[in-house]
C-alpha cells in the first residue's frame, strides 16, 4: 500500500523533519540570507535541532555568512552528503563543495534540481527545523522550486523602499496561489541608528511592510536594522542582530506549532 508519504513523494531524508520553512524574497540583495542564517542560529540557541540550507547556487553567500570559508563537504560517491555541523547547526550550501568535485553532485542542471539536491540528498537525520533560502529571483526558478520543495511554510523578507515592496507583492501573490502558508513579513534595513545613540534614521524610507501586512494580512513578525558591521560579523558579533532574532524565532516556533498537525503533513502546493 502507498503510504501518504509516498504519495507525497516527500523524499527519505526529509521525513524526520518537523517543519521546513522557506525564506523568500522577491528582490535580491534585501538581507534574505542574513536573516536566513541568524533565524537558523536562535533557533538553535532555543534547543532545537536545525538545518539550514542555501540556495543560491551561483553566489553562495552562507560560508562567509557562518564563518566557515575553511569547510568543505565531503563529496562522496554515495547518493548523500553528510552536512556540516558547526555550534549545533547543520547547513549545507554549493560554497562548500569544491569546483573540482562539483560535477559529482551536479547532476541536474537546472538551479531548482541542485537545490533539491541540497535539500533532499542530504543525511539531516531527526530536526525540529529546516531553514531554506530560497535562491534569488523571482518566477521560474522559484516556482520550480516551489512546486517540487516539501515547505510547510514561508516568510517573506523586505526593505522598506516603494520599489522593493512592489516587487514583494509579486512575490507573496505566487506564495498565495500555490498555497503555501506565509508565517509573515521581516523588514530587513529597517533603519539605522548609530552608536549610542537613540535617533533612527530611515535611510530607505519608511513603513513599506507596515502597509504590506496591511494590505496582506500578514504578521510583520520583526523590523531589523542596517548595521554597520562587515559580514562576517553579522553573525558573530552583533548582539543587537541576535536579540531581534531570537524575538522573530520565538514567534516563528510558535506560528508553526500552531499549525494543525493536518496541515503540516501536507503539502499545500503540490497537494492541489
Ligand atoms: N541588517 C543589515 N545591516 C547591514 N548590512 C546588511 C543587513 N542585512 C544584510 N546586509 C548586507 O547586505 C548584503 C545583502 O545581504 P544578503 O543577505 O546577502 O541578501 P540576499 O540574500 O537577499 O541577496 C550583504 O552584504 C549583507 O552583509
Ligand atoms: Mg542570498
Same mark, same amino acid.
Given at each position: 500500500?502507498?503510504?501518504?508519504?509516498?504519495?507525497?513523494?516527500?523524499?527519505?531524508?526529509?521525513?524526520?523533519?518537523?517543519?521546513?520553512?522557506?525564506?523568500?524574497?522577491?528582490?535580491?540583495?534585501?538581507?534574505?540570507?542574513?536573516?536566513?542564517?541568524?533565524?537558523?542560529?536562535?533557533?538553535?540557541?532555543?534547543?532545537?535541532?536545525?538545518?539550514?540550507?542555501?540556495?543560491?547556487?551561483?553566489?553562495?553567500?552562507?560560508?562567509?555568512?557562518?564563518?566557515?570559508?575553511?569547510?568543505?563537504?565531503?563529496?562522496?560517491?554515495?547518493?548523500?552528503?553528510?552536512?556540516?555541523?558547526?555550534?549545533?547547526?547543520?547547513?549545507?550550501?554549493?560554497?562548500?563543495?569544491?569546483?573540482?568535485?562539483?560535477?559529482?553532485?551536479?547532476?541536474?542542471?537546472?538551479?531548482?534540481?541542485?537545490?533539491?539536491?541540497?535539500?533532499?540528498?542530504?543525511?539531516?537525520?531527526?530536526?525540529?527545523?529546516?531553514?531554506?533560502?530560497?535562491?534569488?529571483?523571482?518566477?521560474?526558478?522559484?516556482?520550480?522550486?516551489?512546486?517540487?520543495?516539501?515547505?510547510?511554510?514561508?516568510?517573506?523578507?523586505?526593505?522598506?523602499?516603494? #520599489? @522593493?515592496?512592489?516587487?514583494?507583492? +509579486?512575490?507573496?501573490? %505566487?506564495?498565495? $496561489?500555490?498555497?503555501?502558508? *506565509?508565517?509573515?513579513?521581516?523588514?530587513?534595513?529597517?533603519?539605522?541608528?548609530?552608536?549610542?545613540?537613540?535617533?533612527?534614521?530611515?535611510?530607505?524610507?519608511?513603513?513599506?511592510?507596515?502597509?504590506?501586512?496591511?494590505?496582506?494580512?500578514?504578521?510583520?513578525?520583526?523590523?531589523?536594522?542596517?548595521?554597520?558591521?562587515?559580514?562576517?560579523?553579522?553573525?558573530?558579533?552583533?548582539?543587537?542582530?541576535?536579540?531581534?532574532?531570537?524575538? #522573530? @524565532?520565538?514567534?516563528?516556533?510558535? +506560528?508553526?506549532?500552531? %499549525?494543525?498537525? $493536518?496541515?503540516?503533513?501536507? *503539502?499545500?502546493?503540490?497537494?492541489?
Amino acid at each position: 500500500m502507498i503510504t501518504k508519504n509516498e504519495q507525497l513523494r516527500i523524499p527519505s531524508t526529509l521525513m524526520e523533519i518537523d517543519h521546513i520553512l522557506g525564506i523568500f524574497s522577491a528582490k535580491g540583495g534585501v538581507g534574505k540570507s542574513v536573516i536566513s542564517v541568524n533565524l537558523a542560529k536562535s533557533l538553535v540557541s532555543k534547543g532545537f535541532k536545525v538545518g539550514l540550507v542555501d540556495g543560491d547556487i551561483y553566489g553562495p553567500s552562507h560560508p562567509v555568512l557562518l564563518n566557515a570559508t575553511d569547510m568543505h563537504l565531503k563529496v562522496t560517491n554515495q547518493e548523500l552528503l553528510d552536512p556540516l555541523e558547526k555550534d549545533g547547526l547543520k547547513f549545507n550550501s554549493m560554497g562548500f563543495i569544491s569546483a573540482e568535485k562539483m560535477p559529482v553532485i551536479w547532476r541536474g542542471p537546472m538551479v531548482s534540481g541542485a537545490v533539491m539536491q541540497l535539500m533532499a540528498q542530504t543525511n539531516w537525520g531527526k530536526l525540529d527545523y529546516l531553514i531554506v533560502d530560497t535562491p534569488p529571483g523571482t518566477g521560474d526558478v522559484q516556482l520550480t522550486l516551489l512546486q517540487k520543495i516539501a515547505l510547510s511554510a514561508a516568510i517573506v523578507v523586505t526593505t522598506p523602499q516603494d #520599489i @522593493a515592496v512592489a516587487d514583494t507583492m +509579486k512575490g507573496i501573490e %505566487m506564495l498565495k $496561489k500555490l498555497n503555501l502558508p *506565509i508565517l509573515g513579513l521581516i523588514e530587513n534595513m529597517s533603519y539605522f541608528e548609530p552608536k549610542d545613540s537613540k535617533k533612527r534614521y530611515y535611510l530607505y524610507g519608511k513603513g513599506g511592510a507596515k502597509t504590506l501586512s496591511k494590505e496582506y494580512q500578514l504578521d510583520l513578525l520583526g523590523e531589523v536594522p542596517q548595521f554597520e558591521f562587515e559580514e562576517s560579523n553579522l553573525t558573530n558579533q552583533n548582539m543587537e542582530i541576535s536579540k531581534i532574532l531570537d524575538l #522573530i @524565532a520565538s514567534k516563528v516556533v510558535k +506560528k508553526l506549532d500552531s %499549525m494543525s498537525s $493536518k496541515n503540516k503533513s501536507l *503539502i499545500p502546493q503540490v497537494n492541489k
